[in-house]
């Protein structure tokens, strides 16, 4: 079975503060994404990555980054968290191509910017 | 613009009774359409799935998910239900000339079983 892990459930960090979530698969997948949940919105696409280096904004990339050193493993970055930013989390992996492929899931980490 | 509609944000259903969680769409072409359950503190988990064929598709835990072209839907369905499957389900869609076929998503929609 495909495995997502993400390094934290839960995360409490403060206004101004450099925040990583690190998001960790182990099935070989080239496409990786992040996501942040917000009841009423459902899930909106911040970044993704299709091959190790390789990055594309998503529909919300604004005071985000990301990195992705190994193919493996793909960071998302907050340089200087926000309130607003407060948020599930969501990491997501995916075969390397085909859009029939579906997505699998990381548990979540739910951030509180205080 | 394109976009996913789930037009209930709750649906209470008796258990034992069938379900329906609703669907519709606006993408250009033949999208492939999917549908996504997220149970309480968990991750999303991938229920099903339309490419091609038969417009019925079967998926886990015994819910199925019925394409309608002419009235752009992908409804999701189970004969009857369990207090189990009370959770938050998604459905999504990636328009095929979405680069690396991102995923545009549904707002979702919370299923209540009652016993």
């Known amino acids: 079975d495909v495995k997502v892990t993400q390094s934290s459930r839960y995360l409490v960090k403060r206004t101004g503060e450099k925040v990583f979530l690190e998001c960790v698969q182990d099935?070989?997948?080239?496409?990786m994404f992040w996501y942040r949940q917000d009841p009423g919105l459902g899930l909106r696409l911040i970044y993704f990555?299709?091959?190790?280096?390789?990055?594309e904004k998503g529909d919300i990339p604004e005071g985000y980054s990301v990195s992705r050193e190994k193919k493996e493993r793909f960071s998302l970055i907050l340089e200087s968290a926000s309130t607003n930013q407060t948020s599930m989390y969501l990491c997501a992996s995916s075969r390397p191509s085909g859009a029939s492929y579906e997505q699998y899931f990381g548990p979540g980490t739910r951030l509180t910017v205080t | 613009a394109q976009s996913v509609a789930q037009p209930e944000d709750q649906v209470n259903v008796a258990e034992g009774n069938p379900l329906t969680v609703k669907c519709t769409y606006s993408?250009?072409?033949?999208?492939?359409l999917f549908w996504y359950v997220q149970y309480p503190n968990r991750g999303l988990q991938f229920l099903l799935k339309?490419?091609?064929?038969d417009n019925l598709v079967k998926g886990s835990y015994g819910f199925e998910a019925e394409f309608n072209k002419s009235q752009t839907s992908f409804h999701l369905k189970k004969p009857s239900a369990l207090v189990s499957d009370s959770a938050l389900y998604f459905c999504?869609?990636?328009?095929?000339?979405?680069?690396?076929?991102?995923?545009?998503w549904g707002a979702g929609t919370k299923l209540i079983i009652k016993p």
């Open positions: 099935m070989d997948h080239e496409n």
């Open positions: 339309y490419i091609t064929g």
């Open positions: 993408v250009s072409g033949n999208p492939y």
């Open positions: 990555s299709y091959d190790v280096k390789m990055k």
């Open positions: 999504a869609v990636t328009p095929l000339e979405k680069s690396n076929y991102q995923l545009i």
